[in-house]
């Protein structure tokens, strides 16, 4: 069975761009989290979403948004990028029980630099 | 307090030693305690993980020690081999009322040397 598929896996913008990061869970996986990973830090979460709605937001500014569409899949779009903003971007996926207790299965990121 | 602290930052191990990396909480409310390992250019895997009601979880090398009254769990790897060098993160998780998020520690770069 496939894992989380995440695309792009590199990309490099300018500030002031902006970006669409995208995540395939893995099937019957019904909630996708987003977690940035600054190089030599643990992930930080900035979203998660399941069933569609937005279940939960972290410390992360408006520039930040996301979105699932009704197969599961989801977006993270970041605007206004900002040097700060380099990093991996990893999604997560998990079953309804997993949801709840934060068994995650990670995708490998898309690595973001921004110049 | 959501904050996640672990250590060592860094940990090298000769190959058949015992690994242990300690991670302490403040929030009690943190109800499910799980292990990443990540590989480079790789997210990270769950390894084993814990609830709070559980002093220690055992899973072929790996083991979880859980101490609820002081904050404090840790990963043991026994037998260590250089296959488990590797970045490990200990996570917690908290139940909101609409679902869940992982707080991470910073990490620690375990090598074990042949």
């Known amino acids: 069975d496939a894992g989380v598929t995440q695309s792009p896996t590199h990309l490099i913008k300018t500030r002031g761009q902006q970006v669409t990061l995208r995540c395939s869970p893995i099937?019957?996986?019904?909630?996708v989290s987003w977690y940035q990973q600054v190089l030599g830090q643990g992930p930080q979460f900035i979203f998660q979403y399941y069933e569609k709605e937005e279940r939960g937001r972290g410390n992360f500014p408006d520039r930040f948004s996301a979105r699932q569409f009704p197969n599961y899949s989801s977006e993270l779009n970041v605007n206004a990028l900002l040097l700060g903003d380099s990093a991996l971007y990893l999604c997560?996926?998990?079953?309804?029980?997993?949801?709840?207790?934060?068994?995650?299965?990670f995708g490998e990121g898309s690595r973001l630099t921004v110049l | 307090q959501q904050q996640v602290k672990q250590s060592p930052q860094s940990l090298i191990v000769q190959k058949g030693g015992i690994s242990i990396i300690n991670c302490a909480y403040e929030?009690?409310?943190?109800?499910?305690f799980p292990w990443y390992q990540q590989f480079p250019g790789k997210g990270p895997a769950l390894l084993i993980a814990?609830?709070?009601?559980?002093s220690e979880k055992k899973e072929g090398r790996f083991t979880i020690s859980f101490n609820k009254s002081a904050k404090q769990f840790s990963l043991h790897i026994m037998d260590s081999q250089p296959g488990d060098s590797a970045t490990y993160f200990c996570a917690a998780s908290i139940r909101e009322t609409s679902g869940s998020r992982l707080t991470f520690g910073e990490g620690t770069q375990l090598t074990v040397n042949p």
């Open positions: 099937s019957g996986h019904k909630s």
């Open positions: 997560a996926s998990s079953s309804p029980r997993g949801a709840n207790t934060g068994e995650l299965f």
């Open positions: 814990i609830r709070p009601d559980v």
């Open positions: 929030n009690t409310a943190f109800d499910y």
